[in-house]
């Protein structure tokens, strides 16, 4: 069993920056991929990165050239470095780790209480 925690969030202005954490905790041997997600009010989580094991990141476009998704493996936690931040980026974040196709379909049982972000002037 893997626990996450989000943590980094908060208001910043159009334009601005943050960086969201998400340390592992418990085993992680069965981690082949992990993913960030952002989830609107009303409406299901999006797959806004996803790495896998070899490191290769994968971006939604609506994120592509500002976020940056990383990884520590000495201490197992996971980033997100959110640049240029715009309205529309303003949602609750997410962090989670499984199988490639858990990541990809957002199939998990058990989230953690996200991070809220919130780009305003």
């Known amino acids: 069993h893997v626990q996450l925690q989000e943590s980094g969030g908060g208001l910043v202005q159009p334009g601005g920056s943050l960086t969201l954490s998400c340390p592992t905790v418990?085993?992680?041997?069965?981690?082949?991929?992990m993913g960030w997600y952002r989830q609107y009010p009303g409406q299901q989580r999006q797959l806004v990165a996803r790495?896998?094991?070899?490191?290769?990141?994968n971006y939604a476009n609506s994120v592509k050239g500002r976020f940056i998704a990383s990884r520590d493996s000495a201490t197992n936690t996971f980033f997100l470095q959110m640049n240029n931040l715009r309205p529309e980026d303003s949602a609750v974040y997410y962090c989670?780790?499984?199988?490639?196709?858990?990541?990809?379909?957002?199939?998990?049982?058990?989230w953690g209480p996200g991070a809220q972000v919130t780009v305003s002037s």
């Open positions: 989670n780790s499984g199988s490639i196709v858990q990541v990809v379909g957002a199939s998990f049982a058990t």
């Open positions: 418990g085993n992680i041997s069965g981690i082949n991929a």
């Open positions: 790495l896998n094991s070899k490191g290769d990141v």
